[in-house]
């Protein structure tokens, strides 16, 4: 089961730091979108339907975050684990 409560501190988190002026904004940031998926967890049809629909598009805006934070990271860090991987291998 979800922890609603702890979903809105972690998406006031996210919207307080969404703009990222500093480097402790982008930290806090980034840190709330990966604090978010872990209190979201695998939620299931069932949870959803029993939830709040503010509480649902919360949940999806944090989903959706996290995939494309997921998505540049592989883009950026993708090659250079590949290429030190390849390196280890060599060596």
Known sequence: MIDIDELHKTWNTILKNHE?????QASRFLDAIQHGKAVIGEVNYKELLSLDIEDVKIIKEIE????KLAETQEKLFGPIV?????????D
């Not at 990222?20 to 402790?24: C, P, S, V």
């Not at 590949?82 to 060599?90: P, V």
Request: a positive charge.
């Open 64 to 67: 959706d975050l996290y995939q």
């Open 20 to 24: 990222r002026k500093t480097d402790a």
């Open 82 to 90: 590949e290429n030190a991987l390849k390196k280890d291998k060599k």
